[in-house]
Structure formats: structure tokens, C-alpha cells
């Protein structure tokens, strides 16, 4: 019989999948908004296929509103964080969360070979440790 594998040694490309949402550095803050409500997402990426620059979440976009910068004049360049945080596609699930603790962020951006191939979410990690069993 096969032991099943605790959460925090599921591999992280176990959640990779669909397509990522990606915007051009000049797409304006309600793009973005429009964008992160009409897929259900937490965050969109900026860039090409070849290239991310940088990452815009929901709270960057309440922080923009909060500032009150013109939705529609505001880049996402200009509220996005261009300090990306990457981890290998062989990381486990724990590897990506104590990454995330460590640097504070709640998206982590998945390479193989220094390819771009995923996103990972809290959410997503949250979902392997809430459905999982293991305790806590």
C-alpha cells in the first residue's frame, strides 16, 4: 500500500494549471480591476509570454483607490511590485509557503529552467492543507 504524502510535501506543480492573466505595463488600473474580478483572481501579472516584470494584486489596487489615483489614468506599472519572489517547480508545498512567510507575499511566481510556467496563490496552498487531512 502506498503511504499518502503529507500536504506540505505535495509538489508545487500539482497546482499549476490554466492560463495566467497577463496585462502590458500600461494597462490602466480599471483594466486591471475588470480583469482580476472577471477571472476570480487575486493577481495579474505583468509582461509578455517571454517576460514578467511585475505583479498586481487586489490590494494593490484598493491601495491605488484608497490613494484615490485616477483609476483610469494609473498604470499598472505604476502600482505593481516589480520585486518578484520565484521558486522552482520542484519545490514542495512547504518550501512555497515558508517562502512566502519569509518574504511577506502572498504570490509566488514558478520556473523550470528559468522558464516562467505558473503562479501559485496562498489560496492554493491553503486548499492542499485544508483538503488534505493532515493535521495542523
Known amino acids: 500500500m502506498v503511504e499518502p504524502v503529507a500536504a506540505g510535501e505535495t509538489p508545487v506543480s500539482e497546482l499549476i494549471e490554466g492560463d495566467v492573466v497577463r496585462v502590458s505595463q500600461d494597462a490602466s488600473l480599471i483594466e486591471v480591476a475588470e480583469l482580476l474580478a472577471a477571472a476570480n483572481i487575486g493577481a495579474v501579472l505583468v509582461g509578455d509570454e517571454t517576460r514578467v516584470t511585475a505583479i498586481v494584486s487586489e490590494r494593490d489596487v484598493v491601495r491605488a483607490v484608497a490613494e484615490r489615483r485616477d483609476p483610469v489614468a494609473t498604470r499598472a506599472s505604476e502600482v505593481g511590485h516589480d ?31 528559468g522558464r516562467f510556467v505558473g503562479i501559485v496563490s496562498a489560496r492554493d496552498l491553503l486548499g492542499v492543507y485544508a483538503t488534505s487531512g493532515d493535521t495542523w
Do not use: F, K, N, P
Not at 86 to 109: F, G, I, K, N, P
Open 83 to 113: 520585486t518578484l519572489v520565484w521558486s522552482d517547480v520542484t519545490a514542495t508545498v512547504a518550501e512555497v509557503a515558508t517562502e512566502m512567510m519569509d518574504r511577506y507575499v502572498r504570490h509566488v511566481l514558478i520556473e523550470d529552467g
